[in-house]
């Protein structure tokens, strides 16, 4: 009995090591590509705390990508998205990404939400040489040093703060200005841009504070604020923080000031959530779209998925300016779709303009060369009046 | 003058921390169950008002829904699941309001989604402002509400619980059961009244914070947290110290938040209990050390 | 062997036991009885040091133990059993047995990367199936306590206090709970361990086996000791007879 | 009154009643015997409904099914439990209320009790615990006769209280003998028996005597049970 | 050791299946790391019963002491573990030592804090990278197949640990202090060393988790160790199973790998985690590991059980069949000359008698009793419908005056027969028999009795206990195979039977010789009880050294001599 048990042992054992051993000997000619089909992932937090950002980011790209396919494809390949939702775990993430690869076999990837998320698998991505179109996250580590299969095209912290401070000083003339960022990379990374920036003006800075990302209620901190008396307030905090720091900023008396927002914070969303207190207040914004005309095309090509009179919000914009641009670098690549020549590609951008996107630009790989992956290097300002964001001051680059 | 604006700002904060430690301290004070579901069931039922809220604008009519649905979510939970394992161990039952602390959240997430929702303020308009020479003391509108409904709630759940037939029921069930059996009082259903109005209390803190929280699955989580902070520096035996308890955490978290640092405020806070706990278990209006452990 | 001397005990202002004398002597049974509420179990737990008196003096074999902590009693040779079974739920009767002998085992944990449990676990076994056999439980030495009966498990209470071989025996109400068979069983083993040597000062409220089998018996009421002597005497005391059954005197008017 | 058939009480595995039968005229007082750990407070416990138990019980012909305390209690049968269980944190006049919950005029009985126990009246705002033992103990049989009971049970009124406490408690109980009928547990038992009508003698969980008081009295079989020889 | 080579090979051949799919590798990984935390914590909250929901602060300190050492001073790890074990034990010293103070509630209250609090404050500090957390932690090996094996190993030796401690006086101690806090005072235990003793050793758990999951995961934030985590570490030991070494990990498998099945789907986890908690707390509250066993005791062996009756049936035994009432009954029979019939006990046959059939002069039959063997079944299993299918058994063989050989349950069957009828017996040789008033089997061993149906481990086992001398394993083997063919109800309607024979009045009528002979090692048949059946029967006794409860299988020799002496 004893025997008979150890003979299956060593036969299973065998037959495993076999398996392992032949599973990864057939491969295909290239990773994700077949006659009819381009298979890539992305990873959105479609639950979780973070999931009001990652749903509509994956439901921006699946408008597109479905627009795509019901057109042809592109050189007659559909497109195949698979959603992962690492829930803004990076800890998830790092496997989702590893399966959509590994087992998935994904061609690309499109799109991933959030800087820890981005981080934590870029370098993974870059190693295994597929390529990474898009992050959904402003740090500036994904452009610089630059990775050769990395594409980020969002401006990143370092530009925002630098921009922010340039409107602010040159446009606003604001001689006291403060700022309360998240106490996390990324706010530090935007705190730090803007105190270096603000030393190229006569401007002082004059607060700067530092949010806890969980905290609700944030009267300590507006007090101090209200103490430091600024004529302008730079805010990067993201959706649930930011409209209610507003709200409670002006309960508590500071309206004069002009508070100006991250990026992230141009959506409808924070109009519903700050409710009156939204009046005035100003933010930066990289994607040139007027949210009221129904007409324009990318919102008729998202209202083909979502359903008649739907519009994208900021989050559904930019997973449809990364598919476009995705898209679009599938379209210079070519027929004979590679992974190198869709990194070609998009090398072979230059101030490329799209529907949505704009101004989008890379170079050929050099390490050396922190430019070369930069995507987008200029914003601009919208305004709420009367319920509405409304282009309010024209590109600003960044400053030296 | 910091000191005195943090003051003002602690109170409405720490209303709501007396209130909710003083719903979890009721539960465990009368039945004997520490409800760590307490913040989570209150999450529900506000998503159930947020929900009526759409859908008739309403406010009287939303928040009276979500209250009502907190006493039945109550008393379903003690009828259901509380009921069955009265003879369990403490860890059991523990175990058992961790388990169904994970289900709201879920259930949350999976009826209304993740995203943030707004819920209006029930008191708008101008704060009240008051000049102190160079400076001044700002309370909003609705920082004042939440302390008056926090305060008049505890005081009808005061008179109550002095007073009434069942109030006094109540407390004789939580002295002693079997006392309470032979004068014929039902201690299942004194039981199911009391985790009844337990949950409505959590409800109603739940939808006075919305406005600042809005409305999300984890909008509890740390409120739950401090609810059981202020009942430990009350003292979990009395319910009033559980009211001031919150109160002083209040003040306390916004002291800290000005002249250390808002990132220390709720370590400092928990070290806070975990020191309390070990030198004196029983709160700071606590009459003995004994009692239910 | 054991001198209670003119031990107090105070609740709250109220006296439970006052100035309380018992001598034990070597050898001996000795039975403290007494009706609910007299301060048996009080004085018992001053003796195990679960209470601390307001005054008054313990000593065992000449040791003062009113310094010592609970979990010292042992040490000294003094073990107990517990009126409404303190066994250990969640371990088989041999590993119940086991925890009265394994306080011996004082090394730290880096003593069992060495190993050194391993004989102290061997030397444990023999003595285990020799209690065991001595309470008549070796077959279930497997069996958790949950799958036996009362019986067996008042047994097992004893062979836990007595693998230590302690010189006093503390037993409070062994036979609380017992059908007659079991405490007759009871007696015989109570006899017999006495037989062997062992001095045991008994809290029972079973007036059959404390007469039958006591050396010597100490009754109280209301914290007080009124009356002390062996099974006749006790049984003809005035006093006794007037605390179990009521007022004498009133009832013959 | 009361009719109780092959009453069982079970602790998991203890069997601390083992089906005992016997009855309760109107009126009268009858006592219960026996040693510790006999099985009385438990018999008594059953019939209140506040452990399990099997068997069958009849009060003023009508079933009582297991554990329905509520019931019983609205019915009349009331337990004054052993060890007082009094409210410690409520008032007296508190406690007194929590008497009257499941029936019974508060004002009316209130009255009553404190005609009874003028003690009560002098300590009506102080809070339960911090009376005396005996007076713990009048609170207790007060709180029971606030609800106007039809059949009283006590389970060890005397419990440590001194002899001239005691000897006031039975002269209450003989002043109610007309208003209600008793059924008494006791240690003491020859007090018990003087006062009592009939008695059972319970041994291990089984009745082994009964008879009426004079009987028992006169039976050294009492003596034995208590003392053991 | 068995366990731990299982462990190893099984883990070894899971990563080998999965080699080219890494992400199911870091799966793996993540499970056996939190499987080595939820082992800590089952130490903790299973074995000592200290409830604590802050054990996510423990690995916090190990994955960020391991993190911050490595990234920023380029420590090796090991030195970098033993700095974690010393980290997360000093902090586990320090939330026990109040703890010590608090039970229940409380101290789940204040484990919380502590847990949410040590969460806060690596959040707030820059060194730990503050919300954002750490990333780009360098890995220990570049290949995932190694780290998962590196972390295989790992838990083996964490779990071979844990094995030693619960299992030695220390783990003894964890359990006393659970059990019962004022026995364990009582004897001799120092309850605060021994709590202390067990925080310190299941932060050391969590500490070496964390730092594992650091160089796995290769990034870590605040988020990722918070009362979540504690809750889920909770959740492992209740699901798995409480107080066992292998709930964790079952746990582990079902908490941390279940996510990554419904990460492409809407279901949140929470819901399900939630759901499982009650339902465990609540129905079962022992958990998997415990139910898994269960099945492997009752259900992963039928097989074997199928193949043990099958192997009995095409064994070759000579013999006949005699139909009695419609049913057959299968006997083997031997030489020529005076009849002995021979009974076997309880679990056995005609077999068991196969050493002792060659008595010159005799003709030896040894029957299967009816649900017995080769023997057809009935519907009942009492001793009074098999003394009656004997009887026409031996009246269908033509017999008179039958010298009758009974062991065991056959003796009872013996004597029942030998009382309705005895003419038909000369004389009466009874090994080891069921007492004359019944043979009491204590309600605790029915389960088992009940298990024996299905493990024939266990029931190979007890027949040894039960032939302890028998010394030929292939025989006990044949006899195991064979008792397999008995009619299942039987297994539990013999004992209760037997328990019931009480044939005292009936023996003072019975008047043929007697000889009760017993094994003086015999675990159910003692002296007593022999003597008191002879006594009943008017026979004598023999009592043997050396010998178990059945003597014709451990010393044939010597049972043809009894024989033999008893028959002049």
Redesign the interface.
Known sequence: MKKLVKGLFVAVLFCAISAAVFAGGEQEAVTGVTEDEITIGTFQAMSGPVASIGVPVANGLKAYFNHVNANGGIYGRKINLIIADDQFNPGKTTVEVKRLVESDGVFAMVAGLGTPGNLAVMDYLNESGVPFVYQASGSSRLAVPPKEFVFPVQPNYLVEGNVMVRYLAEEKKAKRIAIVYRNAEDGIEEYESVKNAIKLYDSKLVEAIAIDPTATDFATEINKLNAAKPDAIIVMLFNPQTPPFVKQAKQYGITKPTFLLSYPNAAVTFMVLAEEAAEDVECMSWVDVDFTDADFEPFQIYAETHGEGEIPNAFAVAGMVAAELFVEALNVAGPTLTRDSLVKALESFKDWNGALGKGISYKTYNEADNTCRLGKQSMYVLKVKEGVWVRHADWIYYAD | MLVLQSIILGIPQGALYGLMGFGIALIFRSVGTMNFAHGNAGMVCVFVAFSVFTATGSIILSILCGIIVGFLLGVIIDKALMGPIKHLSHAGMLMITLGLLMIFEGAAQLIWGTDYQQFPELLRGEPLIMRLGENKLIMPLNDLLITAVAVAVSIIIALYLKYAKLGIATRARAQDPIGAKVVGIDTNMVDSLVWGIGISISVLVGILIAPKTYIHPGMMGNMQIYGFTAGVLGGFESLFGAIAGGLILGILEKLVGAYISPDYQLSIVLIIIIIMLAVKPSGLFGKKSSGRV | MLDIKDVTVKFGG?AAVKEMNITVEKGKIHSLIG???AGKTTLFNVI?R?IQPVSGRVSFKGDELLGL???????RGV??T?QNL??????NIY?NI???W??N?TKG?LS?AAGK?LA??KDARDKIHAVAELMQIS??LK?YPA????GV?KRVEIA?ALI?DPQLLLLD?PA??L??DETSELNDILVKLNRDGKTILLVE???????KISDRITVMN?GAKIAEGNPVEI?NNRE??KV?????E??AS | MLQVEDLKVNYGHIKAVKGISFYLKKGEIVSILGANGAGKTSTLFGLGGIVKREGSVFFKEENIPSSASVKSAKMGLILCPENRRVFPELLVEENLRMGSFARGEFKERLAFVYELFSKLKERRTQTAGSLSGGEQQMLAVGRSLMSDPELLMLDEPSLGLAPVIVDELFRVLVKLKDKMTILLVEQNALKALKISDRAYVLQNGNIVHSGTSAELLADESVKKAYLGM | MKKFVYLAVIGLVLGLLFISESFMLMIFSSIIIFGIAALGLNILNGYTGQVSIGHGAFVAVGAYVTSVMSMNFHTPFILNILVVIVCAGLLGFLIGLPALRLKGFYLAIATMAFGVAIQQLFAAIHIFGGHGGLYGIPRLIKSEFGMYLFNLGFFILMYFIADVITSSPVGLKYRMVRDSETASKAYGIKLSSVKLNAFVVSAIYGGIAGALYAHTITYISPADFGLGLSINLLSMIIIGGMATLEGGLIGSVIITGLPFLFSRTKVPMSIIIGALIIIFVLFFPRGLSYGLKMAFLKYLQMPLVWFRKLRARRAKRDGDWVEVNGKKIFYTSRGEGKPIVMLHGNLGCGLWYSRVMDLPGYRTIALDMVNFGRSDRIKDSEMSSYALYLRGFIEKLGFKDVFLVAHSLGGAVAMEMAFDAPELVSRLLLIDPCPIDGLHTPEEHYPFLELYKSNPRMLKKSLLAIAPHIGDMKFLNSLTDNAYLMNRDSFIAHPRGLDKVNLTERAKSFKKPVLVVAGAEDILINREMAEATADALGGSVLILENIGHSLMVEDPDLFKEVLLNFDE
Do not use: C, K
């Open positions: 109220l009706p609910n509420g195990t679960v902590r609970a979990e010292d009693i042992i040490f073990a107990r517990f303190q066994l250990f739920q969640g371990s590993d086991y925890s009265g394994v306080h085992y944990m069992l449990h102290f676990g077959g279930m069996f799958q036996l009966s009362y498990l836990r230590s109400e609380a709970g059908n007659m409220h079973d007036m059959n086996l404390v007469m209301f049984a006794v007879i179990y059954l009521g007022d004498d009133d009832a």
